[in-house]
């Protein structure tokens, strides 16, 4: 049995090869273009870990995010921890003195 010679693949274009790349990385896809070129184990490792990474990065920044938004409202939240609770007392110690009947609910 003779073996049969590898059939002889076209060279691709390295520009083509390049944008592909490039634009597929951009839009979240690296590695079409080693794809694209033949190297199925480089793009679909380049693929796989390029996803990985953008879903790790972008929970990273919610949540970052989320603690600056939390860090933003704490004076806010102290405000209201302090303002709440004294506008509450002030308003009994009045009513108390002036002799007045809260109203029933």
Do not use: H
């Not at 949540?63 to 002030?90: D, E, H, N, R, T």
């Amino acid at each position: 049995m003779q073996s049969q010679p590898y059939p002889q693949s076209t060279p691709k274009d390295p520009n083509t090869a390049f944008l592909i790349e490039f634009v597929g990385g951009f839009f979240g896809l690296l590695g079409l273009g080693y794809l694209y070129d033949g190297r199925t184990n480089d793009g679909v490792v380049r693929l796989i870990g390029w996803i990985i990474y953008n879903v790790v990065a972008y929970v990273t920044i919610m949540l970052l995010l989320a603690v600056f938004v939390g860090l933003c409202c704490i004076p806010l939240q102290l405000a209201i921890q302090v303002g709440v609770p004294l506008w509450s007392a002030s308003e009994l110690k009045k009513q108390m003195l002036s002799g007045q009947i809260p109203p029933q609910f």
